[in-house]
């Protein structure tokens, strides 16, 4: 019987795997680099804004007021790019940190807009890095200094417009129906299951099974989301509790939504608002250190609604008041609300008074372009409304009618109203009216500032805490596992190296002082991978196999081992990250970034070294 002889070589790699570890470490490096440079401050000039001077000229201005300023730049839109949202802003880069409020200011009497100005940071880095489009990291509140708020939304106005609008299509109902002897109201008793509407039946003769039948009937093909039940006299209905809690999560919902779209209106970048628990949302605004504009915007509750207006004493009219307190009597049920509102600008008009033009959506212009056109020649009113807290924390609404205006000609879905006030107040409302109008009352029940000295020092102590353990380990891991010890160390600083990277090139990952701790914790758990390789090589050689052999088997055997520990951990760090919010989402990312970074580089990239260095041989198998 002949003997074939083969030769497995063991402990070696091909040519596309050290490509594919080393172009993965080089695209890496580049994109941790800007981090190492760090950010600076600067003040953003929007195209708008009016800025009648040369890059020389501001920075005259600006040194003689004592202000270093370390680059101003003109933002051009690129030949040929279809996206010139940038063109012709002017960004100030600063020297000192500390002077970007002052530089705002100074600014701000420079130019004709001063709402166009924003705070800003940029990299440091140099522009070469910047052109291949890599980015710092970006720094979550506690690192890089700014403002917290924690607003509470009241959710009782939301359920309180539904109890109305379904009183008020009771009795119509009960008129159509000619059913008399019925009262519809909303029941002032509150529990747990909401609001109530009382159906009290005056009328002995009314009280019969046909009449609770037909409104029954009615309920369920018109409003099946209520419940009703018996009582004494009549019936009573109440929201459903799967109903209710719909409903607060759609309006939640939505003023998140808004909060965006109004931070977005203030020109903060990489701000966080989320959700927090059933009725809470959490707003972070890293970079900002004058929270009061911020506040007055993301804590307003404006809306606009438009109103025909009633004869004085009208039966289904209700009373508002204008600026000067006079009665306004208006329908019960608005033209429209500040829900189509798609745009608003505020504007100088003919006579000198400020005016907001008012764009609607396809709906609302509809509404408007229908009622106008059957009330040419009649008054409209534009009531103002805003939510606000009573002593004992109780939401209330205040509704004043800004402008009572006679219908000229039909309108459309665009139009003008004025009475806003000043100019300034007219742009406030604009504001705000652009961001949305809130469908619930919110009010800022925390709020925490945190300085930029405190930022940096808690940057200073989490990297100093990263660099200290991360010196140690290097230091065990040469001692004690010596020859192979080596290998661990560089594969512990390519993981670091990939793991900034990544952080620095994953949209919306935020680094924050929780992360910094994930990060320390990821350079044990980095350098335990190899931990377990090395054990299982010594073990091996004890056994009496070769030094490549015990590699080949030894970086084998713990394979699984290492799997199931990384496994069962990132579990939990996807758990965290879901469930999580602000700094424990960061130290579930980081620690889930670094399960996957140190098992790379602990078995890929430490068996490729080793392979280079130590795995060159053969071993002879003999197959019959």
Not at 369 to 383: L, Q, V
Not at 590 to 615: D, E, K, P, Q, W
């Amino acid at each position: 019987m002949d003997k074939i002889q083969s030769k497995k070589l063991l402990n070696h790699y091909s040519a596309w795997k050290y490509i594919v570890l080393i172009v993965t470490i080089i695209v890496m490096l580049f994109s941790a680099l800007p981090t190492w440079y760090g950010e600076d401050a600067a003040v953003q000039v929007g195209a708008k804004a009016g800025l009648n001077l040369t890059p020389i000229e501001l920075r005259d201005k600006l040194m003689a007021q004592g202000v270093e300023v370390k680059r101003i730049e003109v933002k051009h839109a690129q030949h040929g790019s279809a996206n010139n949202s940038e063109d012709g802003q002017t960004l100030i880069v600063l020297n000192d940190d500390s002077e970007q409020t002052l530089v705002k200011t100074l600014v701000s009497s420079m130019v004709s807009e001063p709402k166009e100005l924003t705070l800003a940071l940029v990299s440091a880095a140099p522009s070469w890095l910047q052109n291949m489009g890599f980015e710092p990291i970006k720094l979550g509140l506690d690192l890089r200094g700014g403002v917290q708020f924690l607003l509470d939304v009241d959710v009782q106005p939301v359920y309180q417009a539904q109890a109305d609008a379904l009183v008020e299509s009771l009795r119509q109902f009960l008129r159509e129906q000619q059913i008399r002897g019925a009262s519809v109201r909303i029941d002032s008793t509150r529990d747990d299951a909401g609001l109530q509407i009382a159906i009290a039946f005056n009328d002995a003769a009314q009280s019969t099974n046909n009449t609770r039948s037909t409104i029954r009937q009615f309920m369920q093909q018109s409003y099946p989301t209520w419940q009703l039940t018996n009582a004494d006299n009549g019936l009573v209905v109440k929201l459903a509790q799967e109903e209710q809690i719909k409903l607060r999560n759609l309006t939640v919902q939505q003023n998140l939504q808004i909060m965006r779209s109004r931070i977005e209106e203030l020109g903060i970048t990489e701000a966080l608002v989320q959700r927090q628990g059933e009725h809470r949302i959490r707003i972070e605004l890293p970079g900002v250190q004058d929270p009061a504009a911020a506040k007055n915007v993301i804590g307003a509750t404006a809306s606009l609604a438009f109103f025909e207006v009633k004869e004085s004493g009208s039966v289904n009219a209700q009373v508002l008041k204008d600026k000067s307190g006079n009665p306004v009597y208006v329908a019960r049920t608005p033209v429209l609300g500040g829900d189509h509102i798609v745009d608003a600008r505020a504007n100088i008009g003919e006579m000198g008074m400020a005016e907001v033009n008012i764009h609607l959506d396809r709906i609302g212009g509809q509404k408007m372009s229908e009622f106008s056109r059957a009330n040419i020649g009649k008054p409209m009113a534009t009531s103002y409304s805003e939510y606000s807290r009573d002593e004992q924390g109780k939401a209330k609404q205040t509704q004043e009618i800004i402008s009572v205006a006679t219908i000229q000609s039909q309108l459309g879905d665009r139009f003008r109203i004025t009475g806003a006030g000043t100019y300034q107040e007219a742009q406030q409302l604009a504001l705000l009216l652009r961001a949305g109008s809130m469908t619930a009352p919110v009010t800022i029940v925390e709020e925490r500032t945190i300085g930029p000295t405190l930022g940096a020092e808690n940057i200073q102590n989490g990297f100093a805490a990263l660099g200290l353990g991360m010196g140690i380990t290097l230091l065990f891991m040469a001692l004690w596992y010596r020859r192979l010890g080596w290998v661990a160390n560089v594969a512990l600083i390519a993981n670091m190296v990939i793991l900034f990277g990544l952080l620095a090139l994953i949209p919306g990952a935020v680094l924050t002082l929780p992360g910094i701790a994930g990060l320390v914790l990821t350079v044990g758990m980095a350098v335990d991978t190899n931990v377990l390789i090395f054990e299982r090589i010594k073990d091996k050689l004890k056994e009496g196999r070769s030094f490549a052999m015990a590699i080949d088997t030894g970086f084998d055997s713990a394979f699984s081992t290492i799997f199931d520990a990384n496994f069962t951990t990132m579990i939990t760090a996807v758990v965290l990250y879901s469930i999580g919010n602000g700094p424990i989402q960061g130290f579930a990312l980081t620690l889930g970034l670094g399960l996957l970074t140190s098992m790379f580089t602990g078995i890929f990239a430490s068996r490729a070294l080793i392979n280079l260095v130590y795995g060159r041989d053969a071993r002879r198998h003999v197959r019959v």
